[in-house]
């Protein structure tokens, strides 16, 4: 299978989301996927729709890039933290400048409805979250809506969730346990 990676924290150093990320794209590719990864920290663009969607601004090769991977890919995986109930505004960025019609989905012409573009692909979304995810949804409700219903589900995709909480306190143990699966989901391409 083809999958694409988007790594979603901004800061690529040393982070859990960037480890985790590696992990999925090695084993992918050990169990002989064709594995592309960007890095939303590494890719040049203005996150910001200055004109809302009124005007469409010029596409950054970087986000053509991405836009490209996806379409090509069978399986995509998004890994980011949880910052203050959803993902952090770099990724909301990409998202809101590369998640466009004709790319992702099309609007009938009825008005009636859309079109996914993704559709016949699935998704792997990882949040990472400080706090258990249980007390998150107690909190403040499902604060992966966003990502796997109004982003990728509205485009076509087939989305699994994986939340891994107390992400900043993994004991090497649980780290390790955590490696493990992430691996095993990305032989499979899941």
Known sequence: MKIFILQGNPDNDGTLSSDFASVYEREAAAAGHSVQRANIGDLQFDPILHKGYKVI??????LKMVQQGMKDADH???????????MP????????RAWLP????RFRKDGWGWQRLLAGKTARVIVLSKTQPWMLRLLFGDYTNEIGRAILGFSGLKVRITKVGNSEHLSPEKKASWERKIGALARRAK
């Open 89 to 96: 505004a770099l990724l909301k960025g990409f998202f809101d």
């Open 57 to 62: 601004q010029e596409l950054e090769p970087d």
């Open 76 to 86: 995509i995986m998004v890994i980011y933290p949880n910052w203050w109930g959803t």
């Open 102 to 105: 004709a790319f992702a989905f």
